[in-house]
T-cell receptor
Framework: DTGVSQDPRHKITKRGQNVTFRCDPISEHNRLYWYRQTLGQGPEFLTYFQNEAQLEKSRLLSDRFSAERPKGSFSTLEIQRTEQGDSAMYLC??????????????FGPGTRLLVL | DAKTTQPPSMDCAEGRAANLPCNHS???????VYWYRQIHSQGPQYIIHGLKNNETNEMASLIITEDRKSSTLILPHATLRDTAVYYC???????????FGKGTLLTVNP
């Protein structure tokens, strides 16, 4: 079990550019979550997938944001036309819905985005 | 909105027990109490969870009051590495999105 991995760990971009983040969940986990965390706040839910299906999206996920999980394994989160307000830590978590519902969510190390 | 209330910060001396309180007065019968922590610049880390009974694992103990309206996370022998933000979360299970509040910043002092 190598845990949840995210790439890149840090990203600096200029306003208006597009960025894409990748998350690799724990291999047997079928649920994958994206959260966003701004400075001084707890993580906020953005969206989640069960296998390849995106089942819920937060109102925080504007139309500039898109997430995919094409084969039910890794996931990508793309932000188009980045704004300074998108600067945050983007966290990915995974869990297995097939197990007892007490199963915990395992978080990755996050991708820290800075939009200049 | 988070369903829990936690103090914004606490201090603890190294080697002493750290007792972190959490109020969740509106908790439903099928909701668990989860505790996560987040060390600076890392992703949240699961600590422990419980429904009604007190729980203990290698990291911590969780004490839930009989009416389930509050709980306490206990780190029995705090170390400097336990300095982190601790989040108390109420949810029906880990299959659900987690709603984080601002948590408690625990600072363990030498």
């Amino acid at each position: 079990d190598t845990g949840v991995s995210q790439d890149p760990r840090h990203k600096i971009t200029k306003r208006g550019q597009n960025v894409t983040f990748r998350c690799d969940p724990i291999s047997e986990h079928n649920r994958l979550y994206w959260y966003r965390q701004t400075l001084g706040q707890g993580p906020e839910f953005l969206t989640y997938f069960q296998n390849e299906a995106q089942l819920e999206k937060s109102r925080l996920l504007s139309d500039r944001f898109s997430a995919e999980r094409p084969k039910g394994s890794f996931s990508t989160l793309e932000i188009q036309r980045t704004e300074q307000g998108d600067s945050a830590m983007y966290l990915c978590a995974s869990t297995s819905s097939g197990r007892a519902r007490q199963e915990t969510q395992y978080f990755g190390p996050g991708t820290r985005l800075l939009v200049l | 909105d988070a369903k829990t209330t936690q103090p914004p910060s606490m201090d603890c001396a190294e080697g002493r027990a750290a007792n972190l309180p959490c109020n969740h007065s509106t908790i439903s019968g099928n909701e668990y109490v989860y505790w996560y922590r987040q060390i600076h610049s890392q992703g949240p880390q699961y600590i422990i969870h419980g429904l009604k009974n007190n729980e203990t694992n290698e990291m911590a103990s969780l004490i839930i009051t009989e009416d389930r309206k509050s709980s306490t996370l206990i780190l029995p022998h705090a170390t400097l590495r336990d300095t982190a933000v601790y989040y108390c979360i109420v949810e029906k299970g880990s299959n659900y999105k987690l709603t984080f509040g601002k948590g408690t910043l625990l600072t363990v002092n030498p």
